[in-house]
């Protein structure tokens, strides 16, 4: 699946500008710094590549996009207007996408739609701050799948709620695998505090001692997040210390996209255990577009990412079979390369198989109104009516007066 797949959000919202079809769309983020060009300068973290990525792909189909964040200065970059959120956030637009900060909620209020796009489990909404200001604006929520769906009660206020998945850049899509299969080398390329440390000892305890000639890369560290990473650095050159002192660890500082699909080319399996506050997880997914194999734990939306027994495995958490998985991986080459050629797991494909989801919900009226009949809000997938797992949210009960007797 492609970014442009996102731009179906705006669909709605076009307006006809000299036989052209176009929307004016806001966008603003206040979290971490990364400026419009960092997506191919260096490593950057999954939500902030979405966003960029998301920004450019609604630009190239002709809309006119705004970003206020904190970047270091004004410029416009493949077609999009970036600026520093301290100069402020346009007051109208046709669609105003606030990225994940509640401060940003009541932003742009003369923007004739509005979306709260969020990429972490959804219970950090259950505060005061967000739910008033949810409440008052009523935003349609974007979630990253049907697990981080799930994690917004139904209760809970929205102007609908929509699923759309990070899509997957390019030179992961078309990444060459060529005929060989690659030697008995495993990679890592998420957060080392995302159970790197549990990884160690699985390898170093139940797969080296079956495969004493395999290698297991390890991508990470803390530049890829910033300003977060910077905060984190300790605990995670402590893991990674740790990575460096066990036999057949190779650690790699983070790298950019061009150098992770280089990366990701030599390696016959990916190994993740996953991680109860992932609502998508980039890493898999990218690795999983290449044509890699990966062998995860049955752990929040990695079922989503991996599809067992087609494109990989996905064990339950804790399972000694997982060691076992790899091993054979290791040992018998064709089994890797019965995974790779698998057409669920082919590069240049625009759907998939690790990230099978339904069309992104439409933000139109009909889709994110309210049942005059029923008062439920109604979230709809422009395909198939809704999204497996999901239930229209209800409205908190209204509390009865007490009848006189």
Known sequence: MSFDTRARIARPLLRTNGGFLMADIVMADDGVRFEPESATTGPLGGAESAFIALAEALAARGHQVRVANRCAGARTVNGVAWTPIEQGVPE???????????KLVPLAPGARRAAFWIHNPARYLMKWRYLSKLWGRRPVIVFLGSHHASTYPRWAPDGGRAVIPYGVAAPFLTADRGARIPGPRAIFTSNPLR?????????????????SAAELHVYAGPATYGAVGAAKSTPMESVLARARATAGVVVHPPVAKAALVEALGTARVQLYRGDKGETFCSAVAEAQAAGVPGVVCDIACMRER?????????????????????????????????????????????????????????????????NARSGRAKSRSAATGGYPGHRPPRRAPVPRRPRRH
């Open 92 to 102: 109208r637009a046709d669609l105003y996408i606030a990225n994940r900060g509640d």
């Open 306 to 370: 991996v599809t067992d027994g087609s494109t990989g495995f996905v064990v339950a958490d804790g399972d000694a079979a997982s060691a076992e998985i790899v091993a054979s991986l290791f040992e018998r080459p064709g089994r890797s390369g019965a995974l790779r050629d698998d057409p669920h797991c082919n590069p240049g494909r625009v759907q998939v198989a690790a990230m099978q989801s339904p069309q992104p919900a439409r933000l139109s009226p009909s889709a994110a109104g309210t």
């Open 195 to 211: 159970s790197l440390d549990w990884l160690i000892d699985v390898w170093a305890g139940r797969i080296r001692p079956h495969a």
